[in-house]
């Protein structure tokens, strides 16, 4: 445990859990008598040297907490080697000797990268909504999103009911459908249009008219917002034009899925994962994800978790056709 300086980001897109995920890391080094930093503002910070030392007390009250305290960006100028080098040299001056990175595929990218290129230790921590990656069975903030979208369609439920409407939900998923099949089969959703599948026009209509024939006083219609067919307001179209009688309303989650305090299962899993990063840093580890993988710590190299992404459980989406009748 040769490591005396450890510092801690949090990169691209929050997710609700992150702020646990600090917690736990900065508790975690002081428990083991270690520097520990947190960077501002992502990669970004990086560049820009944006440090600020943490201890016990500056992560108190933050378990509950949406977002992150450390705030987040998107950076372009770190996609550069000029830009890696720069966050290098601000490490090295600064003697930090192992990097701990919250966030999902592009950021785990980045984290790679610097290690490849500037021998940085790091470990990354699954940190997205998403939960598209491999070597997990849950990324952070993903239960929560899924309570979240649970929550606002039993809400359009009710009005569905009580008018007799159809709605269409869009869901975040812009190139995994995870957020949109679970939040379907837990709501009962008629139909869910997945980007992973081929769901045609015509299937839908059939699911349409299926609910229509067997009485269903409400219908709703989960998309993704990366899926195949197109927009909500498109696949409205082509329902109305088949069925003009259909009263159809379209409803976009949004950033509201990324927001509000984390669930239960998102804290113990942050609380998990962040001593786990620390630890292995500590031993040694390096270039790896940390994960729980059937209850187990799992330490995935990070191009494994970037390149091969998390497989849909697809016996879902048969469970939700049998259920939806």
């Not at 040299?89 to 980045?110: A, E, M, P, Y």
């Not at 390096?286 to 992404?309: C, P, R, W």
């Amino acid at each position: 445990m040769s490591k005396k300086n450890i510092a801690v980001l949090t990169s691209g897109g929050d997710s609700p859990g992150m702020n646990a995920i600090i917690r736990a890391v900065v508790r975690t080094c002081v428990f083991y008598d270690k520097n520990v930093f947190g960077v501002i503002r992502g990669y970004d910070g990086l560049m820009e040297g944006d440090f600020m030392s943490m201890n016990a007390r500056s992560v108190k009250g933050i378990l509950s907490q949406g977002g992150t305290i450390l705030k987040s960006a998107r950076s372009d100028f770190f996609r550069t080697i000029e830009g890696r080098k720069k966050a290098a040299i601000n490490l090295k001056s600064k003697k930090i000797d192992g990097l701990i990175v919250i966030g999902g595929d592009g950021t785990l990218t980045g984290a790679h990268l610097l290690n490849e290129e500037h021998g940085i230790p790091v470990i990354g921590i699954p940190g997205t909504i998403d939960n598209d990656l491999f070597g997990t069975d849950s990324t952070i903030g993903f239960d929560t999103a899924c309570n979240t979208v649970k929550s606002c369609i039993d809400k359009i439920r009710d009005t569905a009911n009580s008018h007799n409407r159809l709605f269409i939900v869009e869901v975040m998923g812009r190139d995994a459908g995870f957020i949109a099949l679970n939040s379907g089969v837990s709501t009962g959703a008629l139909e869910i249009v997945l980007p992973e599948m081929n769901t045609s026009i015509d299937e839908l209509l059939e699911s349409v008219e299926r609910g229509a024939k067997n009485k269903k006083t409400s219908n709703i219609i989960v998309v993704a917002e990366g899926n195949r067919l197109g927009s909500p307001f498109e696949i409205s179209k082509s329902i109305i034009s088949r069925y003009p009688k259909i009263d159809v309303k379209v409803t976009i989650l949004g950033h509201v899925q990324r927001g509000g305090s984390p669930s239960s299962l998102d804290r113990v899993n942050a609380s998990i994962l962040g001593v786990a990063a620390v630890e292995g840093l500590l031993n040694g580890k390096s270039d790896v994800m940390v994960g729980l993988v059937n209850n187990h710590l799992e330490y995935t190299f990070l191009q494994q978790a970037i390149f091969n992404k998390a497989p849909l459980n697809m016996e879902l989406h048969r469970i939700a056709k049998i259920l939806s009748i």
